[in-house]
């Protein structure tokens, strides 16, 4: 009798282990969603206890005197965060993917990871077609008979 209580409670923690790594992995490498935002670094730094990760904030600027928007993010490549560091002042854009769920804040405080940086270059404005003419009242309507 007790041997059977014994196994039942050791395969019942090795099928939560089981299921608890699943999780784990399938958040890591499964992404909800993918993109890229532009801004200014604001800060870039090694957080954590015991799990150090990256951590940063850039500031997203729509227009000139508008108040920014705030995009946090996670690093997990130290190379990438390198990257951060040196353009630092610079507009740049990160390419991220966003992993919801993940069950602990040991492999990042956001759900949005960094995996690659590139420096907005600042070249000519574009070129906007004119806008078309409105139809004078004249052109618009039909004349009728009299």
Request: glycine letters at 8%; proline letters at 6%.
């Amino acid at each position: 009798m007790q041997t059977k209580i014994l196994r039942f409670i050791l395969i019942f923690l090795v099928a939560v282990l089981l299921l608890s790594g699943g999780w784990l992995w399938l958040t890591l490498n499964w992404s909800y969603s993918q993109g890229e935002r532009a801004g200014y670094v604001q800060k870039l730094s090694k957080k954590g206890w015991l799990c150090k990760t990256w951590e940063g904030e850039i500031a997203m600027v729509t227009m000139p005197g508008a108040i920014p928007d705030k995009f946090e993010f996670t690093v997990r490549d130290e190379g990438v965060a390198q990257r951060i560091n040196l353009l630092a002042g610079k507009r740049v854009v990160l390419i991220y993917q966003q992993h919801r769920f993940i069950p602990s804040s040991c492999f990042g405080e956001t759900e949005y990871f960094v995996g690659d940086v590139r420096e907005v270059l600042d070249g000519p404005a574009p070129q906007l077609a004119p806008a078309p003419l409105a139809p004078s009242a004249a052109q618009g309507q039909l004349s009728t008979p009299r």
